[in-house]
C-alpha cells in the first residue's frame, strides 16, 4: 500500500473518532480486494459482486439510508467517505453513486411509505439496485430539454423516449428515470420520476461500447409504451424539480468521492514508485520536476477533499439551496484535481505509465468521467458564474 501521509480530513479535529473508524475499516475491506481484483473483474467482464456483497454486509452501501428500512442512520458524509476509501483502495464502485446516493436517497426523502418498504432494505443490503436515468441523447447537458414524457391512461403511467450513457442497467432491478408529466394548466412540461422495474414490458437497453475500463456498462434506454402502475411515480408530481435536485446534489457529492478516491490511488502509485526508481544517482522522486507536481496534486486532493465534506455537511443538515453549490464545487475541484494526478502519476512511471502491469493509464480516460458526468466542468463553471457570481447568462 501507499505511504502517501494520511489525509488532512481524516485529522481528529476535522473528522469524528466514529468517521475516523469508518474510513479505516473501509479502507481495510478495499485494501484487502486492491486494484488486483478490480483489474481482473473488468478483463473477465464480470462485475464486482464479491465487494458489493461484502460492503452490504458490513453496513457500507446503506450507511446513508434510515435505519429503520434496514440503512445505518447516517448521511451522504459517511456514504461518501466509503466511496473513496474504496477508490483509493483501487476499487472504485460506480454503482454507489447511483443505487444508495440518488435512488436510496429521492425514495427516502420523498417516497410513500409501499416505496420505502419495497426498495430501501434491498439497497441498503445490496440484493437489489437501482439505475438512475435522466441524459437523453437530444438534451445532454441540458435536462430542461428532456422529452421522455408520461402521459396518464387511467389509474396507469404510460412513458414514451430514451436514454443514454445510463449506468449499471444490466445489474440494476430497476431505473429511476425522470420524465416529464404534461401540465395540464399551463401545457408545460415538468420533471417527475419514475420506477422502472427492468423486465417491464417496452422497456429496453443496448450497450454503448466504451473506451472504458470499468466494470459497470453504460447503456441506450428506449422507454416505448411502459405502461407504469399509479404507485410508479416516486413523490409528488408537484415538487418533480425539488425531488430531482435532493437525488442529483448527492450525486455530485458522490462524484467528488469517486474522483477523490481514484486521484487517491493515482497518487499513491507515483509517489512509491518515484521514492525507489532510480535511474541517476537519487531516486527520480528527488528531482522537483518530479516532486512538485505530486506535491501539487496532494494539495489538490486535499482541498477538494474539504469541498466534498462541507456539501456533504450541508446536505445532510438539510440546506439544500448550499448544498447545491457546495456540491458543484466538490465535484469540480474532486474531478481537476483527479485527471491531474493521474496525469502525473502515468507520467511518473515513464514507460511503465503505459503498461498493462501498472494499470495506470486505464485511469487516464477512467477519471475523466468525472469532468464530463454527471455535470461537464462548463456547466459547472457556468453555474458558479451565473448563480455565485451574478454574472449574465449566454444561453
Ligand atoms: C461513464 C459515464 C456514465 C454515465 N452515467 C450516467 C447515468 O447513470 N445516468 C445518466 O442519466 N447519465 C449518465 N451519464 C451521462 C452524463 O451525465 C452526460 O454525459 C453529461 O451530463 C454530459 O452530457 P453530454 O454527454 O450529452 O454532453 P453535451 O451536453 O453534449 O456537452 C458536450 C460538451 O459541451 C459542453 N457544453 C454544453 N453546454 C455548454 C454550455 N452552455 N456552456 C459551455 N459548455 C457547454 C460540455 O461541457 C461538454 O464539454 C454518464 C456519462 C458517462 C460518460
Known sequence: MSKVPSKAVSNPVIESEEHRALRAAVAALGTRYGREYFARVVADGSHTDELWAEAAKLGYLGVNLPEEYGGGGGGIVELSLVLEELGAAGCPLLMLVVSPAICGTVIARFGTEEQKRSWLPGLADGSRKMAFGITEPDAGSNSHRITTTARRDGGDWVLDGRKIFISGVDIADATLIVGRTEDARTGKLKPCLFIVESDTPGFGRSPIPMELAAPEKQFELTLDGVRLPADALVGDEDAGLLQLFAGLNPERIMTAAFALGMGRYALG?????ARTRQVWKEPIGAHQALAHPLAQSHIELELAGLMMRKAALLYDAGDDLAAGEAANMAKY????????????????????????????????TAARVARIAPVSREMILNFVSHQSLGLPKSY
Do not use: F, K, P, W
Open 333 to 364: 475541484a474532486a474531478a481537476e484535481a483527479a485527471v491531474r494526478a493521474v496525469d502525473q502519476a502515468v507520467h511518473t512511471l515513464g514507460g511503465n505509465g503505459l503498461t498493462h502491469e501498472y494499470g495506470l493509464a486505464s485511469l487516464i
Open 269 to 273: 502509485r507515483a509517489v512509491d514508485y
